[in-house]
């Protein structure tokens, strides 16, 4: 069983910084490959904010790229949102999802539990 653990969202105004953590726990994770930010306001639709290959080839949602940036550690089965010069657009409940596999070789695709960001003066 794989869980993922979030952290890091909260109140800021605008223009300000957010780090965003997700990390998984199992002990019978074996590998996890693509990993991926996904956001939610009220109203809209699920869209996806970030992605990060296992050898950190990176892709952006057009409208966070230079402002947002995700990251890695394979060891430590985490992964990172690294938010800046935030909008109040960028409000939303946000959500780590990870794709990989456990022992021996079964698939897992995985969500966190969500984090709630709000950007508002």
């Known amino acids: 069983q794989v869980q993922l653990a979030e952290s890091g969202g909260g109140l800021v105004q605008p223009g300000g910084s957010l780090r965003l953590s997700c990390a998984a726990s199992g002990s019978n994770i074996l590998t996890i490959s693509d990993v991926g930010w996904l956001r939610q306001a009220p109203g809209k639709q699920r869209e996806l904010v970030a992605t990060i290959t296992r050898g950190g080839t990176t892709n952006y949602l057009d409208s966070v790229k230079g402002r947002f940036t995700i990251s890695r550690d394979n060891a430590k089965n985490t992964v990172w949102l690294q938010m800046n010069s935030l909008k109040p657009e960028d409000t939303a409940v946000y959500y780590c999802?990870?794709?990989?596999?456990?022992?021996?070789?079964?698939?897992?695709?995985?969500w966190g539990q969500g984090t709630q960001v709000t950007v508002s003066s």
């Open positions: 999802n990870m794709k990989g596999r456990t022992k021996p070789y079964s698939p897992f695709d995985q």
